[in-house]
């Protein structure tokens, strides 16, 4: 039966039924998705799609796990692109990775666009401004190229020009060289200086095209970082209303459960070093004595920002010497304001004075725009640093980081709001906003998903955990060693290497082993290497030179392969069919709390007379084993065996709540390593 069609009816015509019934009929086994070859009726996929289609209608926010399997994809889109068509809303759709950006543009999407005979559905990829090309910025970095640019990143700025005579789309992606992002930040779309008045007239600016084509568009799917530095900035997008970043738009937050860390990051303050130096860099680059002070020939300007760059490193400099970094830790927890004094504060706003001076003089408004926008985000910083040095941000954690960027090793300084619940309430939660937040992996066992709620701020809304149409008690089986020495202990790593040889051959390779160390992982690849060598099977190791995407193709490729990781690991990895046939967990993933913002939000439990480890210790990690184990079962033709070698989930009380979260299937508690396991 087709779907009825999403135009208006007349006032003569029978009212037609809810969004909710269409698309349980829809979703049916005679619905109209089953004329497509890749629908196959689910009716967990059914009942989500009511779920999404009734808060949609209600315009109430709903939150649901939908275990793998389900097809949660479709099971929004539908809801989502008949509501937006017939009210004449946005659907904004917010995901945590490239990959299901990608999905929903070129697969999921196009499946819903082929419903609608009569109806063009739009959508789009909306990417931060800084992924486009800005022709007008690029024709003025071209005419200055000798004052801005040495003669090899000329080079590049050639290789972009003639690159941007033949693009359609005119993002970094696009291009099949990597440039130099000195290069790249002199010629892309930027606030201020590729705005809608100086470069949307044109009809050649890519990211001002992109906002026409978004503010057409029916769906926009964008990325959770993109999403809150949009909010940040609303005038950016467009006009403000009852939604979030459009007039009545609603949003569906898919990949939900990266929601609250992504929220703590992009709602705080990160200013390193290095990337202060490489921002003030484009004013003037000592070493190659280019920058926009030198195109615009201000010979004060370049003295002013020589000693900026000079007072800055004094700056760090200082504050790397009242910090400590104790072993291999990497943040330093500043508890009391006036850490240092704000050295460069005198150095940046003379160079701000220098900006505004010099743009008084200026008649080439485009030009003019350049420079302010640098002058504009140096009074930023200026006032950051000053924010982290005062400590004046109420609920956040304060803390350092050193990191290294080539041979350059840098110290940034980080603020994050300690809980996101209220603020994330008032985002996404407020009155006539309509929000549905999704993932497979949400809930700590319970049905309701409370844990979830409560920390993002959903208290009040309907929480629903729909489970996977997998029959697991035939596709999996979990293995549960009961005893191990305990880490730390002469014996640990020799029982740790013979459970991994043992369980590799039970799989023969096609494995992925999850770490919670890097430490540990380096010890156990250097053990078995040469035992895989000898077995035939690659051994893939984080951390040795690949990028994760390579490390994830050549384990897909080679069906014997193994692969070591730890965190990146653990979530986000698609590898269906034999290729990965094995996942074992070497430790329950408990999070050391030894960062700043986790060891803060333990205190602020502990403060209000609650239990850390057992409110957010044990939940946290029962989250990340779900989503380590998940890795294993991806389609109904998958078969494997998980293995859990922390004795841990047998032996503590908290263990069972651990195992009552994970999938329903046949289990085996091992309690020595078999003989032909050894060596």
């Given at each position: 039966m087709p779907l009825p069609p999403v135009q208006s009816a007349r006032p003569s015509e029978v009212p037609r039924p809810g969004l909710a019934a269409r698309i349980h009929e829809a979703f049916g086994e005679t619905g109209i998705l089953s004329k497509s070859p890749d629908f196959e009726y689910r009716p967990q996929q059914q009942e989500m799609a009511v779920g999404v289609a009734r808060a949609l209608e209600s315009g109430k926010p709903y939150v649901v796990e939908a275990g793998t399997g389900?097809?949660?994809s479709l099971a929004y889109l539908l809801p989502s692109v008949i509501h937006a068509v017939e009210k004449g809303r946005k659907a904004l759709i917010s995901t945590h990775t490239i990959n299901l950006q990608e999905q929903l543009i070129s697969k999921d999407i196009p499946i819903i666009q082929s419903l609608f005979k009569n109806q063009p559905i739009n959508a789009v990829l909306l990417k931060g401004r800084q992924n486009y090309l800005c022709p007008r910025r690029l024709e003025r970095a071209m005419q200055q190229s000798h004052d801005l640019f040495t003669t090899p990143e000329a080079e590049e700025l050639k290789a972009i020009w003639r690159w941007s005579k033949q693009t359609n789309g005119g993002t970094l992606s696009e291009l099949d060289f990597t440039p130099d992002m000195k290069v790249w930040h002199q010629v892309c779309s930027e606030p201020h200086?590729?705005?809608?008045?100086?470069?949307?007239?044109?009809?050649?600016?890519?990211?001002?095209?992109?906002?026409?084509?978004?503010?057409?568009?029916?769906?926009?799917v964008l990325n959770h970082t993109l999403f809150f530095t949009l909010l940040g900035t609303i005038d950016d997008v467009g006009l403000e209303g009852e939604g979030f970043l459009y007039p009545n738009d609603f949003l569906i937050i898919d990949e939900a459960h990266t929601l609250e860390n992504v929220a703590a990051r992009q709602l705080g303050l990160n200013l390193s070093h290095s990337s202060l130096r490489f921002a003030i860099h484009r004013l003037y680059n000592p070493k190659s004595r280019k920058g926009l002070f030198t195109a615009n020939m201000d010979a004060e300007g370049v003295q002013l920002t020589v000693g900026l760059l000079e007072a800055l490193d004094d700056f760090y400099r200082e504050v790397g010497d009242a910090v400590t970094f104790r072993g291999p830790a990497r943040e330093f927890r500043v508890r009391e304001p006036g850490l240092v004094e704000h050295t460069a504060a005198g150095a940046m706003l003379a160079v701000q004075q220098r900006i505004a001076k010099l743009c008084d003089t200026m008649e080439n408004e485009a030009a003019k725009a350049e420079i302010a926008e640098a002058g504009r985000r140096l009074g930023e910083v200026r006032r950051g640093i000053q924010q982290f040095l005062d400590m004046d941000l109420d609920g956040h954690v304060y803390w350092v980081e050193k990191s290294t960027n080539g041979q350059f090793e840098s110290l940034g300084l980080h603020t994050a709001p300690i809980d996101v619940a209220e603020e994330l309430k008032r985002i996404l939660f407020g009155p006539k906003r309509t929000c549905v937040l999704t993932s497979a992996t949400l809930g700590v066992g319970e049905p309701d998903l409370r844990y979830f709620r409560r920390r993002v701020g959903a208290d009040d809304v309907e929480g629903t955990r729909i489970g996977s149409p997998f029959d697991y008690q035939r596709q999996m089986k979990l293995h549960l060693v009961n005893k191990m020495a305990d880490p730390g202990s002469p014996g640990y790593e020799d029982e740790m290497e013979h459970w991994i040889r043992h369980f590799l051959t039970m799989s023969q390779g096609r494995a992925f082993v999850l770490f919670t160390s890097y430490s540990l992982l380096g010890s156990m690849a250097g053990r078995l290497e040469g035992f895989?060598?000898?077995?035939?099977w690659e051994l893939l190791v984080q951390g040795r030179g690949k990028p994760r995407h390579q490390i994830i193709k050549e384990f897909r490729d080679n069906i014997s392969s193994v692969l070591f990781g730890t965190e990146s690991f653990w979530t986000g990895v698609d590898v269906p069919g034999e290729a990965l046939s094995n996942v074992i967990i070497t430790r329950l993933p408990f999070a050391v709390p030894d960062h700043p913002l986790t060891a803060s939000r333990l205190e602020a439990i502990e403060e209000k007379g609650g239990n850390p480890f057992m409110e957010y210790s044990v939940p946290e990690a029962i989250l990340k084993l779900r989503q380590g184990v998940g890795r294993l079962i991806r389609t109904q033709r998958d078969h494997g065996i998980a293995v859990i070698l922390d004795p841990r989930v047998l032996t503590k009380q908290y263990g069972k709540a651990f195992l009552e979260a994970l999938p329903d299937c046949p289990r085996e508690i091992v309690n020595e390593v078999p003989a032909r396991g050894r060596r």
């Open positions: 389900v097809g949660k200086a590729c705005t809608a008045r100086g470069c949307a007239p044109r009809g050649d600016c890519f990211y001002q095209e992109a906002r026409k084509k978004v503010a057409e568009a029916h769906v926009v895989c060598a000898k077995k035939g």
